[in-house]
């Protein structure tokens, strides 16, 4: 079974068998409105045709319902169920907060997934394009949970945990934030796209790293399918975080705008 050796085996026969043919490209959260112990006791009848991967309670706890050589039957969507590894969260509705325990436990899930496959950090897209390797279920095409996970009556951190997996990845001291990560994508991105024969004062290194990314970094905007090596050029990116604010002042101020 491949899954989190921390996690508590459940089980539910709510899953596909195999991925499809598709390989894991991100994390989809979710959140349950409701408790770990009904969620789980719904995911265990064939019936109720739904579970996730994972659970994750308000006391820490951590559930596996499926496989993660399987799809989950969790995000409505079999293309990002079949690529994706989906975590619920005990959480969304009145009286039934999100706790600390449940953010770190889920943060520690998030990380453990993202060495497994090879993730050097773990980011959300908030531009909506979906070109991170954390998907928010709502963003899914095809959903109806327009609210979830971070829409609704106590929600999920998503922000946090992410924050908090990368800390967990990168070490407290070095961690780049989800909104960091997010701003430097989006800074060199802007000038592959806006600069399409950058000078650079001679910063060879800085010309290759524009001239050289994927085409498809952001341009794909209605694509599912999310390239391993995105992930691994926004990990490299973050070594070279002077050398790129450098390059991105100068462009900037050359269009008048605000650097910062």
């Known amino acids: 079974m491949t899954g989190a050796s921390f996690a508590q085996w459940r089980g539910s026969p709510n899953h596909y068998d195999g991925r499809l043919g598709l390989s894991v490209n991100h994390i989809t959260l ?3 409105v409701g408790r770990l112990s009904g969620t789980d006791s719904c995911f265990q009848r064939s019936s109720f045709q739904a579970a996730s991967h994972y659970g994750v309670g308000g006391t820490g706890a951590v559930y596996q319902w ?70 928010l279920h709502r963003e899914v095409p095809g959903t109806d949970h327009f609210g979830c996970p971070d829409r609704c009556v106590n929600a999920l951190p998503a922000d946090r945990i992410i ?73 490299d990116l973050t070594g070279q975080v002077a050398d790129l604010t450098d390059m991105v002042k100068t462009l900037a101020e050359s269009k008048g705008a605000d650097p910062d």
């Open 66 to 135: 499926v496989d993660e050589v399987n799809g989950s039957w969790a995000d409505a969507n079999w293309r990002s169920d079949c690529s994706g590894i989906t975590i619920e969260h005990e959480g969304g509705m009145a009286g039934v907060p999100v706790t600390d325990a449940e953010v770190e436990a889920s943060a520690r899930l998030c990380a453990d997934i993202a060495r497994r496959y090879g993730w050097g950090v773990l980011w959300h897209d908030n531009s909506g394009n979906r070109c991170g390797n954390i998907v």
């Open 30 to 32: 979710h959140i349950m």
């Open 163 to 235: 924050n908090r997996a990368n800390q967990i990845l990168m070490g407290v001291d070095m961690a780049l934030t989800n909104d960091d990560i997010n701003k430097i994508a989006k800074a060199v991105t802007d000038s592959v796209w806006q600069y399409k024969n950058p000078r650079i004062n001679g910063n060879r290194d800085a010309y290759n790293l524009l001239t050289n990314m994927p085409h498809d970094v952001m341009a794909y905007k209605n694509s599912q399918v999310v390239d391993r090596d995105v992930f691994g050029l926004i990990t």
